[in-house]
């Protein structure tokens, strides 16, 4: 796999990662009791932990990169919600029940898990990043053993074959989402020389341009045409 590929993985899991804290900490604030507020308060700062390994794995494979490449890394804010991490119509927790909520933690932490082990592979299991990796996967087996025990407690009627059904919905939105984005790459390799085209039009017709006309000293800026676009 080539080293672009690693680095794309690197830069979507931060933003999971990142996304998930802000999940739980969504929750956190919504608790109705003080055990369950702490529960989620722990989670959201192991995933916050998650969030700045990863943040260093990347920072650490992207030094010596130029910097037009580097910048297809930048991490925004604003990027959570246009990547789809964190949705713009409010947090799950305040679109979902409680109990589909405790069923998109058990099964999410289930899949972080084994998409963690793919990377794990990619950055070597005896290498130091690896080994950060691996205790990762640790805290989401955790996290995800807490969502169950949770569940056993609350819904004991719930079925297993209820959570594998929620397991594969989950599975599908994953990919759908790895779809979307790779498509999104595709289109942008085929817009960008037509951006780039139209960029450079605009700045030559406005190089033609003679500011000059446009002096408003001393000028009654009343008797300006409205229809003046300077
Ligand atoms: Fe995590
Ligand atoms: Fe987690």
Same mark, same amino acid.
């Given at each position: 796999?080539?080293?672009?590929?690693?680095?794309?993985?690197?830069?979507?899991?931060?933003?999971?990662?990142?996304?998930?804290?802000?999940?739980?900490?969504?929750?956190?604030?919504?608790?109705? %009791? %003080?055990? #369950?507020? &702490?529960?989620?308060?722990?989670?959201?700062?192991?995933?916050?932990?998650?969030?700045?390994? &990863?943040?260093?794995?990347?920072?650490?494979?992207?030094?010596?990169?130029?910097? %037009?490449?580097?910048?297809?890394?930048?991490?925004?804010?604003?990027?959570?919600?246009?990547?789809?991490?964190?949705?713009?119509?409010?947090?799950?927790?305040?679109?979902?029940?409680?109990?589909? &909520?405790?069923? *998109?933690?058990?099964?999410?932490?289930?899949?972080?898990?084994?998409?963690?082990?793919?990377?794990?592979?990619?950055?070597?299991?005896?290498? !130091?990043?690896?080994?950060?990796?691996?205790?990762?996967?640790?805290? !989401?087996?955790?996290?995800?053993?807490?969502?169950?025990?949770?569940?056993?407690? *609350?819904?004991?009627? #719930?079925?297993?074959?209820?959570?594998?059904?929620?397991?594969?919905?989950? %599975?599908?939105?994953?990919?759908?989402?790895?779809?979307?984005?790779?498509?999104?790459? +595709? +289109?942008?390799?085929? &817009?960008?020389?037509?951006?780039?085209?139209?960029?450079?039009?605009?700045?030559?017709?406005?190089?033609?341009?003679?500011?000059?006309?446009?002096?408003?000293?001393?000028?009654? #800026?009343?008797?300006?045409?409205?229809?003046?676009?300077?």
């Amino acid at each position: 796999m080539d080293n672009t590929k690693i680095l794309g993985i690197l830069y979507e899991t931060i933003y999971a990662e990142h996304g998930s804290a802000l999940e739980m900490l969504a929750a956190c604030k919504q608790a109705k %009791s %003080s055990s #369950l507020a &702490f529960g989620y308060f722990e989670h959201s700062k192991d995933e916050y932990n998650h969030t700045k390994t &990863f943040r260093k794995i990347l920072s650490n494979k992207t030094s010596g990169i130029n910097t %037009s490449e580097l910048r297809r890394f930048r991490i925004t804010p604003q990027g959570l919600i246009r990547k789809g991490y964190v949705s713009q119509n409010g947090y799950l927790v305040e679109n979902m029940s409680l109990k589909n &909520f405790i069923a *998109y933690v058990y099964t999410n932490e289930l899949l972080a898990e084994s998409s963690f082990s793919k990377i794990v592979k990619l950055l070597g299991a005896n290498t !130091e990043e690896g080994r950060s990796v691996m205790k990762i996967m640790e805290d !989401e087996l955790r996290h995800h053993g807490k969502a169950k025990e949770y569940f056993l407690r *609350y819904f004991p009627f #719930l079925q297993p074959w209820q959570l594998s059904l929620y397991k594969l919905r989950e %599975s599908i939105k994953n990919k759908g989402r790895k779809f979307y984005h790779s498509n999104i790459a +595709l +289109l942008e390799h085929i &817009f960008y020389p037509l951006y780039s085209l139209f960029a450079l039009i605009i700045s030559r017709l406005l190089k033609s341009l003679n500011l000059k006309e446009f002096k408003r000293s001393n000028k009654n #800026l009343m008797d300006i045409n409205y229809k003046s676009i300077l």
